[in-house]
């Protein structure tokens, strides 16, 4: 093998022509091409090695490793109920998969408001076709990434969410993802396609948990189009079990006025990496992707994000906030790039990481690259431990030690989750949140 | 028997020796000053009497009813009955300072094996402290001493203590960075916890504060040890003369 390989040879390459022919709307013309495509492109890139600058900090090879089925030839396993302790806990529509397979018996689809069409996936490649074409793998043609090819060519189910203009979803879309551990590692790609027409409105949670030990490859991909005026309040939890990969991709584009507001919270797997990337295409959108990531163990948790200020006077703001204790890893990349033509670009970038022990290490690498003249843009990293001075200070007040760490912890990602506007999605998180910092005790 | 009793405290900072044989014996119901000039040790000892990490004791002992302290944690020492007034109180972004002070209260009511308190009954009688002291409800609301003024930092301290309610309390340069009127609020705030079971040592680099908390006992402290004790009128000599002769050169 060459000394500076770039490249993994991908898990599950060479058996796409097979597993093509099962998969959910094989013999559509149209998407038999986009998946023999970028099947294709999959088996030429195969996986990053940590020679490629994007993946320098996140290591794959556990992940090559493991001889991965695809889910939808092995079925999903008997599963009765969902592991709601692991979920975001939000009262709305919920579209459920198990091992990337709808479940219909664990979804509640209600009746839906006006100009509204959510369906899942295997069902919109039949009854949604014509829309479904328009826009599937069109935000995602232009760059190559493994992941999303990977996706693309296997993907068997996930959600279409569409909303005509000046729609509203009247209650968040729940999209919850379990992994149920099998006798095979299982590798399942749901795909998430949301189009949001002008002045459309929607709130999605995303809940991604496991259940059993032993590894899974949880490899989602996301598309979201939001037309002039739209608004998005986009909310996920990564809460995979302690065996998991997961890898999930997500490509936004933000026409005029539209906000994308996104917040991910990465607690579970073995390794993650969840991939954002923004364009901000429209005067006055505006983006805010915000995180916090808690790791202990092993852990390798990767958030990597990536704003592109294409058009004037569009704002982002991004805060993300992670806690490493034991020997977890954790990687923050977040590039922001303002073009020529974006004056007035409004741009905020912060992203602290606490270690609490001597062994974590986090990885961060802000980018900015900025073409414009005009811009106000600022970033900061930082990385420490708990403060002595404040930890004496609670101490000396009578507080114990322990009690001391899992105030200062929780304060120090509640700034993180201050940054959900939205009161009723930041309780959900807090509760997680509270649950892995009682989890650290002991 | 004395409340605290301090025998030949030695102690040193990052190894440096800082304190070299502090003896000082406290009574119930009494407050001590500490006068001294910067950098003679008076915030040493404070911490050193709290129990924070890094300040190691070499020699000597501090008793707390005739028993040492010296073993136990900051915590426990807090709840023994023991409180510091910091001279810079920290900043702790992120906790309100209403969940601060309740939180000191239950660990105080989980040693004693009483149940947490509760929220209505601890509202309100936080709010009977906090008229005294001119803490509004806004700042405690706030997260602890984050955007305080030094006032409002120093007042907040106060309030601490007078929720918890110590047995002995240090005061480490609570009048520093006061305007007379804040002054006034602090000191009638420490005059109101004055009682016959609670010390005080009121450690201050100025007279002016024992104009309104006035001691019982004066000692000067200088280059790691106390040099004089005295009489409320000690404090008094010391304005008129300066440190000149205890370490420290007068001002030009
Ligand atoms: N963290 C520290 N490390 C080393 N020396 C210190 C530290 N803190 C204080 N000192 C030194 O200890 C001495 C006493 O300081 P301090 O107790 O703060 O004095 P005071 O409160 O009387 O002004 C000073 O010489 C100071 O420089
Ligand atoms: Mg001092």
């Known amino acids: ?89 939000v009262n709305g529509h919920v579209l459920a998969f198990v091992n990337g397979r709808l479940r219909p018996d664990l979804s509640t689809l209600d009746t839906l408001p006006a100009g509204v069409t959510l369906l899942p996936l295997s069902e919109a490649i039949h009854s949604d076709e014509q829309a479904l074409s328009a826009h599937l793998g069109r935000l995602v043609e232009a760059e190559e990434n493994p992941f999303v090819d990977l996706n693309t060519a296997l993907m068997e189910d996930g959600v279409v969410l569409r909303l005509a203009d000046g729609a509203v979803l009247d209650k968040p879309l729940h999209i919850i993802s379990v992994g149920a551990v099998a006798d095979t590692p299982l590798a399942f790609f749901p795909r998430l396609l949301a189009v949001l027409g002008r002045d459309a409105r929607a709130t999605i949670f995303e809940s991604h948990a496991g259940i059993g030990e032993g590894a899974y490859l949880s490899a989602m991909a996301s598309e979201i189009v939001l037309g002039a005026g739209a608004h998005l309040e986009h909310y996920k939890l990564q809460n995979e079990s302690q065996s998991a990969f997961h890898v999930a991709n997500t490509r936004v584009t933000v026409e005029a006025g539209a906000v994308y507001d996104n917040f991910v919270l990465q607690i579970g797997s073995r390794l993650s990496r969840n991939e954002v990337h923004t364009a901000l295409i429209g005067e ?43 020997q977890a890893h954790g990687v923050f990349q977040g590039k922001i790039l ?13 992203n602290r ?90 | 028997m004395s409340l605290i009793e301090i025998k030949n405290l030695h102690a040193t900072v990052d190894g440096k020796p800082i304190l070299k044989g502090i003896d000082l014996t406290i009574e119930p119901g009494t407050v001590h000053a500490i006068m001294g000039p910067n950098g003679s040790g008076k915030s040493t000892l404070s911490y050193v009497i709290a129990g924070r990490e890094g300040y190691e004791v070499t020699d000597g002992d501090i008793l707390l009813d005739g028993k040492s ?47 947490e308190v509760d929220a209505m009954q601890f509202l ?44 002995f309390a240090v005061l480490d340069e609570t009048d520093s960075g006061l305007d007379i009127d804040a002054l006034k609020i602090v000191a009638d705030g420490v005059n109101a916890l004055r009682s016959p079971e609670r010390s005080m040592l009121v450690i201050t680099h100025y007279q002016r504060l024992l104009d309104y908390i006035v001691p019982d006992k004066v000692h000067v402290l200088a280059m790691g040890r106390i040099v004089a004790s005295g009489g409320k009128e000690l404090a008094q000599e010391l304005e008129a003369t300066g440190y000149a002769g205890y370490g420290e050169p007068e001002a030009a």
Not at chain 2, 69 to 86: H, N, S, V
Request: with cysteine.
């Open chain 1, 1 to 89: 093998m060459a000394l500076a390989a770039r490249s993994y040879p991908g898990p599950l390459a060479n058996r796409h022509a097979e597993l093509s022919l099962k998969l959910a709307g094989a013999g559509v013309g149209w998407l038999d091409t986009l998946r023999a495509d970028s099947a294709a492109r999959y088996r030429a890139t195969g996986l990053p090695t940590p020679k490629v600058e994007a993946w320098r900090y996140t290591n794959l090879k556990d992940l090559v490793g493991i001889d991965f089925a695809s889910a939808p030839v092995v079925g999903d396993m008997a599963l009765d109920s969902l592991p709601r302790a692991s979920l975001l806990a």
């Open chain 1, 284 to 326: 006055g959108a505006s983006c805010r992707l915000n995180g916090a990531y808690l790791g202990a163990g092993k852990q390798h948790l990767d958030s990597t994000t990536f704003i592109d200020h294409a058009v004037p006077v569009c704002a982002s703001r991004e805060v993300y906030k992670g806690v490493l204790d034991d």
């Open chain 2, 69 to 115: 302290i010296l073993e136990m944690e900051a915590d426990e020492r807090a709840i023994a009955g023991l409180f510091l007034a910091f001279q810079y109180p920290v900043e702790i972004p992120g906790v309100a300072n209403t969940t601060f002070l309740k939180a000191a209260v239950n660990a105080r009511r989980k040693a004693a094996g009483e149940p």
């Open chain 1, 338 to 350: 303002v073009r020529r033509d974006a004056q007035q670009t409004d741009g905020h970038q912060l």
């Open chain 1, 353 to 442: 990481a606490l270690l609490l022990s001597r062994q974590a290490e986090v990885n961060a690498k802000p980018e900015l690259e900025i073409y414009a003249d005009d811009v106000k843009c600022s970033h900061g990293a930082t990385v420490g431990e708990l403060a002595d001075d404040q930890l004496f200070y609670l101490q000396a007040r009578g507080i114990d030690r322990e009690t001391a760490r899992g105030l200062l912890i929780e304060a120090y990602v509640q700034e993180a989750l201050d940054e959900i506007g939205n009161a009723e999605a930041r309780l959900p998180f807090q509760r997680l949140v509270g649950g892995w910092l009682k989890s650290r005790k002991g």
């Open chain 2, 124 to 167: 309100k009688m936080l709010r009977e402290k906090t008229k005294l002291l001119g803490v509004t409800d806004e700042m405690l609301k706030r997260a602890v001493n984050v955007g305080f003024s030094g006032g409002e930092k120093k007042r907040n301290e106060i309030l601490q203590m007078a929720v918890l309610e110590p047995r």
